[in-house]
């Protein structure tokens, strides 16, 4: 079974600064895609960046990107040019190319944005 | 586009009394997701379900939980006889389903279940 792993419950980072989030998974499947979601206080889950594993090139959305490391399984985060509005809970999610649909999500990163 | 559409946002239960969790997925969207989110935890998956179909539901617990998505109307988690351990957020999410050509889908903003 795949897992994911965030290794850091709480992050920190000054505002306009640039801030990264650890993400580490398990699998034995060489097809599948990787995510990284927001949850800010509503609760609402917010799609902030995905990455496609046969890709090599790492996926970049505005002041976010990722560091995709297939061999390594580690794909982290790194917002740039924090905001305020970027404080949430950051979740990253592992799903499957082939088997399924469902999502494997790791425990989640609490970043804090401090003005 | 209303997106996926959760009711209601908070339930409040005594324990032994039912919960139904209702999930309107978008409009197009014939694929249904449910995720429970424990206190400080990631989500959790439970169960996939199509229209009149339940695909796979190997995260469900065996007893008391069960779930549904009719030819019309929305989908129901239904738990029954509820205890403590079932205070958490449900979310639901939508898709089309449309195979790897697809790998990210819509979640609706929850209902959180307290048990009392």
């Known amino acids: 079974a795949q897992t994911v792993t965030q290794s850091q419950p709480e992050m920190s980072v000054q505002e306009a600064e640039t801030v990264t989030l650890s993400c580490t998974y398990d699998?034995?499947?060489?097809?599948?895609?990787l995510f990284w979601y927001k949850q800010p206080p509503s609760r609402q889950m917010i799609l902030v960046i995905r990455?496609?594993?046969?890709?090599?090139q790492n996926a970049t959305e505005n002041r976010f990107s990722v560091n995709f490391q297939k061999a390594a399984k580690s794909f982290s985060l790194k917002i740039s040019d924090s905001q305020l509005g970027d404080a949430a809970m950051y979740f990253c999610?592992?799903?499957?190319?082939?088997?399924?649909?469902?999502?494997?999500f790791g425990p989640g990163t609490r970043l804090s944005v401090l003005p | 586009n209303a997106g996926v559409m959760q009711n209601p946002r908070h339930l409040v239960r005594r324990r032994g009394q039912e919960a139904r969790l209702r999930c309107s997925p978008m409009?197009?969207?014939?694929?249904v997701y449910w995720y429970r989110q424990l206190p400080e935890e990631g989500l959790k998956f439970m169960v996939y379900?199509?229209?009149?179909?339940?695909?796979?539901e190997s995260g469900m617990p065996k007893e008391r939980f069960s779930a549904e998505f009719p030819k019309e109307g929305p989908s129901i988690l239904r738990i029954q006889q509820v205890v403590r351990g079932d205070s958490a957020a449900y979310f639901c999410?939508?898709?089309?389903?449309?195979?790897?050509?697809?790998?990210?889908?819509?979640f609706g903003s929850g209902t959180r279940l307290t048990v009392v």
């Open positions: 409009k197009g969207h014939s694929h």
């Open positions: 999610a592992y799903r499957s190319a082939n088997y399924g649909q469902n999502f494997v």
């Open positions: 999410a939508s898709s089309t389903g449309q195979g790897v050509f697809h790998y990210g889908y819509t």
């Open positions: 990455q496609e594993a046969y890709k090599q």
């Open positions: 379900l199509q229209k009149e179909n339940i695909i796979d």
């Open positions: 699998t034995s499947e060489s097809d599948y895609y």
